[in-house]
């Protein structure tokens, strides 16, 4: 018997409970990810976001914090009552009335994906959103906000440190930088680049550093 034996028995056993376990998860949620339409956030299980599932809808209307998105399930049954759009919110983005519009264009009234990171409240879920250019490009709402520098990176709320939320801030503070590094959008006033950049900037991206290293 190879000396190692024990040990790949072990990452092997360890692999095959996981897959057996995510198995089990979409037997059981399978139906409501293809079938449920969910018309508010009380509705959305607590695993969905834990395992930050990505959800199809429609976008109905752009708001100043929001977006009020249709669900639209994989297979749609027949519905006679109309359906409550979701209030999403862009996760990490805090954008502005350029931003607004940036959406009103990209969004409004087309079908996106949005996939869930958090709760936010009791009435909106945090989010990244993307919606299809073409075959092959799709557009990520949140970074594309932040790299023409029509927003500016936010922390979420509670200790959101699981390995994708972290990769998904970097990307957003990667997003941040390259439109200051360019001033672009609000980045060409120079008071809100330099309080944003020297005092809410700096803080949160040590702080995201810091977690990196505890991850």
Known sequence: MSPHG????????????FLHRLSLFIDKHI??????????????????IKKHFKLRGQVQS??????????KP?????????PKPLKINLAGVEYN??????LEEQALNKQVWFRLIQFKGHDGINCTVSTR?????VFNLNEEILHRGYGKVVPLMGHSTDAFTLRLM???????????????GLWKEEETSYFTSSIV????????????KGA
């Not at 139906?31 to 969905?48: D, G, L, Y």
């Not at 752009?62 to 669900?71: E, K, Q, R």
Request: glycine residues 6%; proline residues 1%; contains cysteine.
């Open 170 to 184: 970097q990307r957003l503070l990667q997003a941040e930088m390259y439109a200051e590094k360019k001033e672009k």
């Open 62 to 71: 752009v708001h100043n914090d929001h977006l009020l998105v249709d669900h």
């Open 201 to 212: 900037g700096k803080a949160f991206r040590k702080i995201i550093n810091i977690f990196k």
């Open 133 to 137: 250019k073409s075959m092959f490009k």
């Open 6 to 17: 024990g040990r790949g028995g072990a990452k092997e056993n360890d692999g095959n409970d």
């Open 74 to 82: 994989i297979i749609s049954l027949k519905n006679s009552t109309v």
């Open 31 to 48: 139906t409501a990810i293809n079938h449920k339409r969910f018309t508010c956030v009380s509705q959305v299980p607590n695993e969905f």
């Open 97 to 102: 009335k350029e931003g607004v519009q940036f």
